[in-house]
């Protein structure tokens, strides 16, 4: 077979013609001008394209595949203005699909698709009809060479203005005369967030398909050897090149490239093949065709290495994990004036009346309902170390495998943290959003009513830019030139982008720096339920009897269960239980409660230095004034448990001399539940759960009396005989403690008794050593006479119902003595 002048094309044709059916099915097309060859032409199929009515390609019959029979009634040529698509003959507008019957193809099924979605009309094309349009084309085509030098300058300046529009968007419509589907799908069922729409045609199958051909039709027989040679570069060809190496037909490699490697890698394997064999602008046209295709392809790469996998608790590197193997959805709820603190305890008792509105977190722009009013801005917040990032992260993956909120044509997460270290200076909202993402440079597309967009900004208590929504100017162009500050308020407000949604993450307090009236649904993260805390200790090992050991274990202590509705303790509970129980006598006692609060302390106090100071060592290093803080705020406490209230304002900081900076900046322990007005000495705020108020107060009395020989809770001692006594015995403290906590009647100090007496352990105060405690402190002294003393009130029995708490107390002590 010759390669050389042009007629080698139509030998090649002509071979192709009687050739017999591949494995894979018959792909062959015949181009357009073939008819003309033809009196009689012979009896072809037309099939319709889902939700294209009015297009189609014609082939011959033939056997068929699942993606080449979605392709049969579409017919497309390559001209020097770009791809199109041309109209049916005769006017012909096909019938489309059920909706039931749709089915979107992705990488894994993309060659079997189900039977349901074959096409049941076929039509047998009458020669004369075909001679029509023959006629109908070569009269045009006269028409036009007739010389008309006014209306040639009309038609050339629509063109050249067409086409100016199209660059200016960076994006070819095809134009052509079918529509979307009058009728919306079903509606999707719970959990599938926003699924309302059909997919936008610049994404379906169909037209991906077409435009590739359209692309690689034009090309010659050597050409088309040469671009599969340069296919070889890709890792799924480079071993095995026999299966394209027989293709010649430009839709047979089309539907190939499309069945190995899905349609997103197939699109941007056949532009970067064309550019390698020097066909920049057949290249160039395909790109534009399927510029949001190829645009969601590179997102969902970029998604994918960036949220696949997450670090629990603090980073390590190497041991990040899947996220899919950690993930337990958390409970959330439409926030209302309902408290955000889990009131669980294990002793004190509060009522709570608030009812809430219960939803999943893939479903918080779905209307609800009894209001279809569609939901633009999302406010989601928590209590820290609630798991807000996480959840951000399981929403962009469960979207970019296609099992959520599909409506979405692209989602843009923006990090809080990462938004000032963007260019300096005015700049457009195109050129910002490319800054933190390459592939989406120049896309003006996404102005248009039909491009539904997502932008997730988490973290907005680290972004450091004012949001000035009172002064900014309203931008409403993405080509407008402004501050970051304007644009965002301006994306916020929905001035710029109005069809667009926004989706933002934040602790409580920085919530505020948006006004009310810019948010249309405020969502709270509750943490994790029994029943998702169960899925959450089995999920994450590769043993499930393991898992399902740890969370009875853990269910033995009733304050522990409680607890780990912070998904941050259920992994430090889960890290320790699961390496505890290689033993195989582990589990027998019940399992103690100060160590792991201890541990709590620190990693959130750490991880607040990350999120406010950075990753550097030096900033992460602890200073005087982190640990003068965690004191004063622990005498705070312990103040507040002997008032026998959970709520404190800035007042009671500047009583401790603590201002409402310091706590801002380590603002992981405790979080702010209510702000009537702008004046700080009104807010009000918690600890992240009433037991960590618990523990900072027993802390507090602890490092005190360590420390300073001080027993904060007797007021008979004179000061100087507190202050001569730095080394006094661990019975002049507990002592007192223990005589407090059985004359109480409530039990509001049993946890606290638990935490006072669990800290003197050398399992448990080495976590307080180099950070509250000097690191050669010396050891306690006298805890001999305190388990005698406990075991006296035990056999006492004078209290009853505190006796139970005393054995709990003995259980603290003895697991952090093993723990040494």
Known sequence: MSYIGEDSDNEVEGIMRGRPPSSYGSMKSDEPEDMDDFDDPPATTIRVIQGTPGLMLQRPESPETAI???????????HREGVFLKPAPGGHRAETFPAQH?????????VTVGSEVRSNIRAEREPDEAQSERQTEFSETHMEEEPNEGGAMEVQQEDKKEREMSDDYDEIVLDSDFSEPAEPPPPPPEGHGLQFRHKHRSLTLSHLLSAMVSSLRPLRPVEMAYLKRSLCGHYRFASDYSTIAELTDALDLADKLIELCGEGEALYLTIRSLQ????????????????????????KLDHDRRFYSLYEGCCRPGQQRFISEVYSEPLTVIRDNGDPVNTEHEVRRTASTTQETVIRASDIFRPLPNDPSDVRTIMMTGIPASGLTVVVNNFIIDWKEGKTNQDFQFVFPLAGKELHLGKEGDQTFLLMLATFYPEADNIRFIEKEDCLILFIIDGLDLCEFPLNFKENAAITSIATKAPVDALLTSLIKGTMLPHARVWITSHRGAAHKIPSQFISRFVELRGLTDAQKEIYFTKRTKDPELGRKVWNHVKKSRTLQIICHI????WMVAYVFERGFRDPEYGARLPALTTFYSQFVIIQMDRSFERYRGYSVEAQRWKDEDKLFLERLGKMAYRMILEERDEFSVNDLLSVELKFEDLDSRDELTTEVRRTSDDQKTWVFKFVHYTVQEYMAAMYVYVTFRKQGKNVMDSNKSL????LSKDRPMMDLYRTAIDQALASQRGQFDLFLRFVLGLVTPGTEDNLRGYLLPHYHPKPKGMEDVVKYINKKIKENAHPGRCRNLELCLVELQEGKDEK
């Open 68 to 78: 080449t029979e979605r392709t049969h009634t579409n017919q497309s040529s390559v």
């Open 102 to 110: 749709r089915s979107r193809v992705d990488k894994e099924h993309t």
């Open 276 to 299: 390698s064999i020097k066909k920049d602008e057949l290249a160039n046209t395909l790109r534009k065709t399927c510029r949001r295709a190829l645009l969601q392809h590179d997102l």
């Open 567 to 570: 998904p941050l303790f259920s």
């Open 720 to 723: 100087l005989t507190k202050m």
